[in-house]
């Protein structure tokens, strides 16, 4: 979902919580907002696992910010990432964050972030706490990502791209067909039934935190026609309507 009234985008990645392997599609996905001028890590790189986010920071311009553990058991990291966060909200300086991990003690910033009207993307892994995942404006699960996007790349092989579409067809489940159904319902629909699709992507989009691409799929055109009970439709005005067959 486009925003043309967005702008400057910051980045803030709890390198303790993601993967570096995921940076290059979610920068990709933070696109759709503007400008991703902010680029953040924070860890104590100082750790052997955290390594890898050296040459990373590098290749993506990644600001690393350095948080030395203070004492056992205290996270650091999330202190100073959750204080940049609001520093950057109250300068106004920002119109959209995009959030890098999985974990649910950022529940309440995200909260905090939206209050104002600031769009939140989440990127982490499946088992991240429903609670961060239903505060974001869309959250993305990273590894579904980079499979999406390792699919599309030029040179990629085909049976690559058939296994992406198998596991996406598969992904549709109950939860996900009552989502789009309701949707569908409170969308206007005209005198054949159709819906604009874009306007059922959006209710979809306030109710959840729902995005396709935790799916499979890249479109949510994509998504209605791999579903044998809606019809697509695309018309002399460019637009994609879409209707419920039964």
């Not at 198998?166 to 159904?181: G, K, Q």
Request: glycine share 8%; with cysteine; hydrophobic share 40%.
């Amino acid at each position: 979902m486009a925003h043309s009234t967005l702008q400057n985008i910051a980045l803030l990645i709890d390198a303790d919580n993601t993967t570096p392997e995921g940076i290059d599609p979610v920068l990709t996905v933070m696109a759709e907002l503007g400008q991703v001028n902010i680029r953040r890590a924070y860890g104590n790189f100082a750790k052997d696992n955290l390594s890898r986010w050296g040459e990373i920071s590098n290749k993506y311009g990644i600001r690393p910010q350095q948080q030395f553990d203070v004492s056992k058991g205290k996270n650091a990291t999330d202190m100073a990432m959750t204080i940049d966060a609001i520093d950057l909200l109250y300068q106004g300086k920002v119109d959209g964050f995009g959030l890098m991990t999985s974990d649910s003690d950022f529940t309440p910033l995200v909260t905090r972030l939206r209050q104002d009207g600031i769009i939140v993307y989440g990127f982490g892994e499946e088992k991240t706490p429903q609670a961060f995942k239903s505060v974001c404006t869309r959250f993305i699960e990273i590894k579904q990502l980079i499979a999406s996007y390792a699919a599309d790349k030029p040179g990629a092989k085909a049976d690559t791209a058939a296994r992406a579409a198998a596991d996406s067809s598969s992904a549709v489940d109950d939860e996900l067909l009552e989502l789009i159904t309701a949707a569908y319902s409170e969308a206007k629909r005209d005198d054949e039934g159709f819906a604009l699709l874009q306007q059922v992507g959006q209710i979809a989009g306030n109710r959840s935190s729902f995005d396709v691409r935790n799916y499979g799929f890249k479109r949510l055109s994509d998504l209605f026609a791999s579903l044998g009970n809606f019809k697509l439709e695309r018309r002399a005005d460019g637009q994609v309507y879409v209707k419920r067959l039964r």
